[in-house]
């Protein structure tokens, strides 16, 4: 390892417009591969916050006509078609249905609301997302049973900070949302944020208090079968993949186009992850991410392709002694040649190595001459005293076909000269 250390160091050393340009692009691609993931991460990629995340699936439709684009576009459940459906799955431990609210909120009647965004979600929201509260606790199934019965809210922790001022005895104080009167219940902990990256809700409130807010004394717009503005997410049975619940929620729809064709004609239903969601509802986003991706695979291949080429260089160490009359080491000059002429002249003392860039698979031949030469010996050839000057033939071996022993050259027995 040192060694291929230490040929790295060299050989960057002898291309400092190579070595400049592929650490430049090391760096760009580096770079700009950690931008693009956590660009994905984020739009993506990133799991909600809750345990066991993967097992959390969507229940969506896809209703004809509606295509974004050419794409098809995810689209909710309405109430009455998540209730069927949570009263028929097998593929679900449980089920929950959820949407965004906003509304004027204030700790005290006589103050001026401030407006908050929020969540309105069944009682079995925090069940089936395996959540539980800081303090407190959260509502239960039988608080989501009839229209503006239960008058109860449950905060975030952005919340409590901010309107409450992290004060401990929250649970039970009155509020006020659209001029009704809530009573907390709970407080939420910080890990819990909601189930979308991208939205923090101020408050959990009971799917049906949504029609007291909206100044309806019955279900209201909740009771229409072709309002699909619900987010339905359930948590999946152990042993169940996501292919089974998508069939499911299939059939489903399917049997629902027959019951009432003049609502569910065109609609047809499935089971998707957040993330094949994300990527549904912003495809042209989800475009862009891969362009990205496949541009930074594109600058990195370019690198590897270019070191491929200095992979198929090697050195080539050429170390002589060399000695006049009087014993004394004399200076040699080493030359690289090749068929189209001399490649490399380098000059070394005695007893230093001559070191040259060479390719693999490629036959050199080196000659070595010096003035007053009484002998010249190397691992590849001897020179007698007699000779001022030697040629020998060296072939460099490809990587793969290295003998053991022999690091870079395919070395012959050769004679001596004398």
Known sequence: MFKDLKFAIRALKQNPGFALVAILSLALAIGANTTVYSLAEALVLRPAPVPQPRSIVEVVTYVKGDELA??????????????????????????????????????????????RYGVAATGSFFRTMGVKPQSGRVFAEQEDESPGRDAVIVITQDMWKRDFASQPDVAGRKVWLGGEEFTVIGVMGEDFTGTDQFFRPAFFIPMMMVPKLEGQTDLGPLAKRESRGLTVQGRLRPGIGLKAAAAEAAGFFGQLATAYPEVNKNVSGSAKTAAQIRMEQDPYDTMLIGFMLVLVLLVFSSFLVAQMGVRDNCELHVRVRISDERGIESTVQVQLLSPQGVVATVHVNGGEPAQFQVENGKTYRLKVSGNGIETITSPYFEINPLEQSHTETVHVKPENEKAAGSRFLDRPSFPSAK
């Open 70 to 115: 050419g794409f098809a576009s995810p689209s909710g459940l309405s109430f009455p078609e998540y209730q069927e459906f949570s009263r028929q799955t097998k593929s679900f431990e449980k089920l929950a249905a959820f949407k965004l609210v906003s509304s004027g909120f204030t700790s005290q009647k006589a103050d001026q609301p401030r407006l």
